[in-house]
Structure formats: C-alpha cells, structure tokens
C-alpha cells in the first residue's frame, strides 16, 4: 500500500471517530433525562479506551522492536566484528521499548478497574 492510500484511509479513520462522538452528544434539554445513564456511558468509554489503548501500545510497540532490530542486524552484517557492541544497546533499547508496552498495559489494566466500579 502506498504512502497516499495509507495517509488516506487512516485521515478517514480518524474523521470517522472523531464526528461519531458529536452524534452522541447531549444538550442542555437533555441533561435532566440522561443524568443516570452518564455513568454507565463513562464506564464503557474508559473500557473502549482500554482497549484501545493496550491495541496501540501493542503494535506500537511491535513497530518500534521490529525497526531497532532490524537495524541492529543490517549493522551486524556491515560489520561483524562489531556485533558486541552493537548488540547490547539493542537489548537495552528493546527492554526500554517494551517497558512502555508494559506500561501501557498497567494503565488499561486500571482504567478496566475504574469501569468495573
């Protein structure tokens, strides 16, 4: 897929979240009627957000592993005498890559805990 189709469809992907959540918007009419119903509503917003948000931490995360190793390896085939030194600060930028997958997930795992409650 071109660079053009990609910017594209993820623009209308992001249009598309981003004008649904006027459609569920209340007015100031409304507010009487729906007050009991804002909580439930909130609770299932922060479980989508958890999801979404372990969804993009996760491919993020994978993009982010599968880059640096790849670099690291085409280094190593210019220069094998160099794999030592190449190698360990490849393993720690992995580990620091995913400590923020990790992370992401610690917050999902409580925002899963304040929409159970």
Same mark, same amino acid.
Request: hydrophobic share 55%; aromatic share 4%; no cysteine.
């Given at each position: ?11 209308? @992907? ?8 006027? !459609? &569920? ?21 922060? !479980? ?9 931490? @996760? ?10 190793? !790849? ?30 997958? &990790? ?15």
């Amino acid at each position: 897929m071109s660079l053009k189709k990609t910017v594209a469809a993820t623009s209308a @992907a992001l249009a598309t979240l981003a004008t649904t959540s006027l !459609a &569920l918007a209340q007015t100031a009419a409304d507010e009487g009627a729906k007050a009991a119903s804002n909580v439930h509503d909130v609770k299932g917003m922060a !479980a989508l957000a958890a999801g979404i948000a372990i969804g993009a931490a @996760a491919l993020g995360g994978t993009t982010g592993q599968g880059k640096a190793t !790849a670099a690291a390896l085409d280094g190593i085939a210019r220069n094998p005498g160099a794999a030592a030194r190449i190698q360990t600060p490849m393993i720690l930028g992995l580990a620091l890559i995913e400590s923020l997958v &990790l992370l992401a997930f610690v917050i999902a795992f409580f925002l899963q805990g304040y929409a159970r409650s």
